[in-house]
T-cell receptor, first 114, second 111 residues
Framework: NAGVTQTPKFQVLKTGQSMTLQCAQDMNHNSMYWYRQDPGMGLRLIYYSASEGTTDKGEVPNGYNVSRLNKREFSLRLESAAPSQTSVYFC?????????????FGSGTRLTVV | KQEVTQIPAALSVPEGENLVLNCSFT??????LQWFRQDPGKGLTSLLLIQSSQREQTSGRLNASLDKSSGRSTLYIAASQPGDSATYLCAVPSAGNMLTFGGGTRLMVKP
């Protein structure tokens, strides 16, 4: 089925470990986003990529890096995981940023840092 | 800064009732407004997208309206079913390329 695919679905890390969350979309969308969802905080934007070759910080970028590998793929890297990064991470895509197009979300990655 | 508020935060209704979920936003200069559904432990599923030039959108038993001038949107669910139980989120694109979400309405439909 067409959409946004995230891997892995679940991950447990020890403090200080690194990992990369993968995201791919097959809808030929230009823009891609990484959000985190925390109880009581709602969904917050970490990083986004308006188009292939560009990335920008969102609301909560500290502790993360991203790579827009090609038009389809947008990865999120935690270089040194901290317990505060325990969250559910969602990748999303849209045809263009903020224009008259909706957003499509992946099913999420549930990350626990111990 | 755009702020999105959803009322009520939680709602419990018996099966078969018609219900209305509310969403308000502070900056009326929006491109569109999107309603999502999120089941526990799952991702967000898009329900309806209303463009700024539209006043409503319908999909099956769902109808969403948009009043930009008053900064409000409503999601109407007709003849609710237990399978409608989920959290419903509204969101608008805002400055800084963020999709700003409301806090959600947690709906439970009892058989």
């Amino acid at each position: 089925n067409a959409g946004v695919t995230q891997t892995p679905k679940f991950q447990v890390l020890k403090t200080g470990q690194s990992m990369t969350l993968q995201c791919a979309q097959d809808m030929n969308h230009n823009s891609m986003y990484w959000y985190r969802q925390d109880p009581g905080m709602g969904l917050r934007l970490i990083y986004y990529s308006a188009s292939e070759g560009t990335t920008d910080k969102g609301e909560v970028p500290n502790g993360y890096n991203v790579s827009r590998l090609n038009k389809r793929e947008f990865s999120l890297r935690l270089e040194s995981a901290a317990p505060s990064q325990t969250s559910v991470y969602f990748c999303a895509s849209s045809m263009r940023q903020r224009a008259n197009y909706g957003y499509t979300f992946g099913s999420g990655t549930r990350l626990t840092v111990v | 800064k755009q702020e999105v508020t959803q009322i009520p935060a939680a709602l419990s209704v018996p099966e078969g009732e018609n219900l209305v979920l509310n969403c308000s936003f502070t900056d009326s200069a929006i491109y569109n407004l999107q309603w999502f559904r999120q089941d526990p432990g799952k991702g967000l599923t898009s329900l309806l997208l209303i463009q700024s030039s539209q006043r409503e959108q319908t999909s099956g038993r769902l109808n969403a309206s948009l009043d930009k001038s008053s900064g409000r949107s409503t999601l109407y669910i007709a003849a609710s079913q237990p399978g409608d139980s989920a959290t419903y989120l509204c969101a608008v694109p805002s400055a800084g390329n963020m999709l700003t979400f409301g806090g959600g309405t947690r709906l439970m439909v009892k058989p």
